[in-house]
């Protein structure tokens, strides 16, 4: 399979900011994007050269229309957890793959997944999703992300960071972690939908080393030209938050992570791979650091002048 030839991907979840990322690379790269949205028109996202869809993630017909005439796949499911909703909207993805003949569907689990089954619905419906759809038969691909760059690119941290040098987050500060870019993703993401004699491996993709809190920091610090300091966010103090955001159901089913994170149950469970998906998919993450130096942080900045 070759990235040379221009691949027709159904990409599930391009309004959200991970399947955005991947649809706007495949877009760069000339491949041809078709995705599913329920959002009006004036609501959906900038996504140059991807073709837009109405439809129902849960609607069946929905899906097949979405995935007819593609060659490829791409799919990250909505903040969704319950386990009833996911596993439906799994079926209709592997059916409709299935009756297309997609020739590689690629799965963003959205997180790591431990390998011990746990209580928490963020891994538990994500590791049901993988199940449908690799018993579903479609060929599989399937990449699990650790925590976004991105997120601390917010009005949550980015005033704190800018101002006053603080980055809070809500995971252990000892627990190591392979912080990656939503651009990182998606170039992982396109090396599994073209890499050959990929199929039915399970990636533990991240960026380029796990970083501790201390450690992230010191990479900020690097990046923005001063001094940071990382400072444990309690995760009940950022689910309270979120929810404002997102409602308390999906902020409850995204906090699960971190507290699950906080309890210590598997402090490596964000780390790095060692090398494995970064030399199986021939990528190459830029340090922390160069991500951050090309942020625009002075949005953020309390200070009417811009920063130098």
Do not use: K
Not at 189 to 201: Q, S, V
Not at 225 to 240: H, I, K, M, N, T
Not at 263 to 291: I, K, R
């Amino acid at each position: 399979m070759s990235s040379e030839i221009p691949m027709r991907v159904a990409v599930v979840g391009a309004t959200g900011f991970q399947g955005g990322a991947v649809a706007r690379l495949l877009a760069e790269r000339h491949h041809r994007v078709r995705t599913l949205t329920r959002r009006p028109s004036a609501d959906r996202p900038p996504l140059p050269g991807a073709y837009f869809l109405a439809g129902d993630l849960g609607r069946p017909a929905d899906v097949r229309q979405l995935f007819e005439g593609t060659t490829h796949a791409f799919v990250t499911m909505p903040l969704v957890y319950e386990s009833e909703r996911v596993e439906a909207y799994a079926r209709n993805v592997a059916e409709a793959a299935l009756e297309a003949g997609t020739e590689r569907l690629v799965f963003n689990s959205n997180t790591r997944i431990p390998l011990a089954p746990t209580d928490v619905a963020a891994f538990e419906t994500r590791r049901l999703a993988e199940r449908v759809l690799r018993d579903s038969g479609v060929p599989l691909v399937v990449i699990r992300p650790p925590v976004y760059l991105d997120n601390l690119f917010s009005p949550w941290n980015g005033p704190a960071l800018v101002d006053e040098g603080v980055l809070a987050y809500p995971l252990p500060a000892a627990a190591r972690t392979a912080w990656l870019s939503h651009r990182g993703l998606a170039e992982a993401a396109l090396a599994a939908l073209t890499r050959e004699d990929l199929e039915g491996r399970t990636f533990d993709i991240g960026g380029e080393r796990s970083l501790t809190g201390g450690e992230l920091a010191a990479a900020f610090g690097r990046g923005l030209g001063r001094s940071v300091r990382y400072e444990e966010l309690d995760p009940a103090a950022f689910e309270q938050g979120l929810a404002q955001l997102l409602g308390p159901e999906t902020a409850a089913g995204v906090a699960g992570i971190y507290h699950f994170m906080a309890s210590g149950a598997d402090p490596l469970l964000m780390a790095d791979d060692d090398g494995v998906s970064t030399e199986v998919l021939a990528l190459e993450p830029p340090p922390v650091e160069e991500w951050v130096a090309r942020q625009p942080w002075q949005v953020w900045s309390s200070d009417a002048s811009p920063l130098r």
